[in-house]
């Protein structure tokens, strides 16, 4: 084989890539190729794969040739003899081995295109999510963070070595990787034919190469190669497949946080395991109570106003989904405060770590709003403005419909929903979050206004009137609503700092609005909370003018 070495195109027609890299790491490699199907101008590969009883290894291993095809594994009636008697079975596979299919080819004969299928069970095992637009296979992990499992394309799919071990563990099987892969050259080697067999625990293949005028692709070639056999891929070991009941036991990670400071004022920190802690039944008298109050930095929810297609920060709480909720003290006007014991039983440990990162020294105590809620038991509305603006802003648009029969505000659309959401007041004092606070207040109150029924309330305006301040002007002095100029004042001045700042450049426009709002560079939180109390002002207004009268049937 020594001119293996030295020619690269015998090299190649020998399968060497495949037989020195690809094959040794099947296994190895993160990810598995369990189908692939091409033909190009001088190859014609194929790997497939299927589920071997453990009980079946042996056998299996004992030739080269797959022990299922590609067009095999779908459910039929096999006719076999038993006890000297013709029989008829139904097989959920159709074969008596025992063997399955980990893909099932879909083949419509041209009535309609062929698709690839990953297995039933291997999807529903590990729960898996299927992204349409990828067409990929995720999990979730307990953060909420997706992982791809299985990638499908047209010609490949490969899937994730781990979760794949973890299912033979469970079934009891191996996985055979098979592959049939022929190559085409216009060589005339001295030495052909050529045959190589290659046989180790789990591994069995021959390369056979010779001379011959085979056509391919319209083509005729002088040789050709090829690789047939298997790789089976072992499972992980049951009593440690990371699969409940065989879960390895991991001692559950929690992480310290500052709970005071000392004499020195050096930080205190403490453990948040919930079990490790005191309660007001004489639990662990020297350790802190859980209902410990840390201190966060507000910014310690931007990663989750950042996501908001996945996480929802609620006034007093917040949500991945529904992997993980936390109690929280987001009324406080300079802090995020949670119970010490909450982050032990409520957040994963690598959130956990998160959370230690803007973890700060205590710093006074909780908000009022916090303490009539967690130790009085009491029902009370939120105090920061964001909230409040949300909480306001859902119950006026549900009692303008019923009172008014219409919508005032119409729904955002689907790629605009998040910004409702993720409404806050910025929690860092950048341009760029609080540009994106100003676009989601516009779009809340401007860009919704719901032109064609206020047109319909409205008697006698002019069709001609452009915009949707101008017509709901119109609709407020028809209604001889007594706060019209300030109300309609405050939606221009709010849409001029969206249009001159957020929806094109910054000129001598947006310097004119900020110094009208009294906007520095310093104190863009406070500027939005102005903005917020006035638009919920504007709100409560509105309903005292409009659904006053209707009182009596107002909801809350």
Same mark, same amino acid.
């Given at each position: 084989?020594?001119?293996? /070495? ?101 083949? !419509? ?78 060589? =005339? ?19 056979? +190469?010779?001379? &011959? /005028? ?17 790789? @089976? ?39 948040? /395991?919930?079990?490790?802690? +005191? ?53 406080? /006007? ?17 959130? &956990? ?33 964001? @909230?409040? !603006? ?19 505000? %119409? ?15 910025? =929690? ?43 017509? !709901? ?6 209604? &001889? ?9 405050? %939606? ?45 002002? !504007? ?8 659904? &006053? ?8």
């Amino acid at each position: 084989m020594t001119k293996e /070495n030295i020619d690269p195109d015998l090299k190649w027609l020998l399968q060497s890539d495949w037989r020195k890299t690809f094959i040794p790491n099947v296994g190895r490699d993160p990810w598995l190729t369990v189908y692939f199907d091409e033909v190009t101008e001088d190859e014609n590969l194929s790997i497939f794969s299927a589920l071997i009883p453990n009980t079946y290894v042996e056998t299996s291993l004992g030739g080269i040739s797959w022990d299922i095809h590609m067009s095999d594994g779908h459910p039929s009636c096999v006719r076999h003899t038993q006890d000297d008697e013709e029989k008829v079975t139904y097989l959920r596979f159709g074969n008596l081995d025992g063997i399955e299919p980990f893909v099932i080819r879909r083949n !419509f004969n041209g009535i309609r295109e062929s698709y690839n299928e990953i297995i039933e069970e291997f999807r529903h095992f590990h729960h898996l999510y299927h992204n349409l637009e990828k067409n990929q296979f995720l999990k979730f992990d307990e953060r909420g963070d997706e992982i791809i499992i299985v990638k499908i394309d047209t010609n490949k799919i490969e899937v994730r070595l781990k979760e794949m071990r973890q299912f033979l563990a469970i079934k009891e099987m191996h996985l055979a990787i098979y592959f049939d892969l022929k190559r085409y050259s216009e060589l =005339l080697p001295n030495n052909f034919p050529i045959r190589v067999e290659h046989k180790d625990d789990l591994t069995f293949y021959e390369i056979y +190469a010779e001379e &011959q /005028n085979f056509p391919h692709k319209d083509k005729h070639y002088n040789s050709f190669s090829y690789l047939l056999g298997k790789k @089976l891929i072992p499972p992980f070991a049951l009593n440690c497949c990371g699969i409940w009941p065989f879960e390895e036991s991991e001692k559950e990670e929690y992480i310290d946080f500052i709970v005071g400071l000392d004499e020195n004022g050096n930080s205190i920190k403490y453990s948040c /395991n919930p079990d490790g802690l +005191a309660n007001n039944f004489g639990k662990n008298p020297d350790a802190p109570n859980y209902l410990t109050p840390i201190f966060f930095r507000r910014e310690v929810l931007t990663k989750y106003y950042a996501h908001s297609e996945r996480y929802s920060v609620e006034d007093g709480y917040l949500r991945c989904q529904g992997i993980w909720g936390l109690q929280l003290d987001n009324n406080h /006007n300079d802090y995020i405060i949670v119970f010490l014991g909450d982050l032990g039983r409520d957040l994963p440990s690598e959130e &956990q770590m998160y959370w230690r990162s803007q973890n700060i020294s205590p710093e006074g105590k909780i908000s009022e709003v916090n303490f009539q809620r967690s130790f009085l038991a009491m029902p009370t509305d939120p105090q920061q403005i964001d @909230l409040v !603006f949300k909480l306001n802003f859902v119950k006026f648009s549900k009692n303008w419909k019923i009172f008014m029969g219409w919508s005032l505000f %119409l729904p955002l659309a689907e790629s605009d929903s998040h910004l409702f959401e993720a409404l806050h007041i910025p =929690l860092t004092n950048s341009q760029a979050e609080f540009d994106s606070q100003i676009l989601a207040v516009t779009k809340i109150i401007i860009d919704s206004l719901n032109e064609q029924e206020i047109v319909k309330a409205t008697s006698g305006v002019n069709p001609e009137i452009k915009g949707g301040i101008s017509k !709901f002007e119109k609709f407020l002095e028809t209604h &001889q609503y007594p706060n019209c100029q300030q109300n309609i004042q405050f %939606l221009r001045n709010l849409q001029d700092l969206r249009s001159s700042g957020v929806a094109h450049r910054k000129g001598d426009k947006y310097k004119k609005n900020i110094k009208k709002i009294g906007l520095t560079e310093s104190n863009r939180a406070d500027v939005l909370k102005n903005i917020l109390v006035e638009a919920t002002g !504007f709100l409560l207004s509105l309903e005292h003018h409009f659904l &006053q009268s209707s009182g009596d049937k107002k909801t809350t």
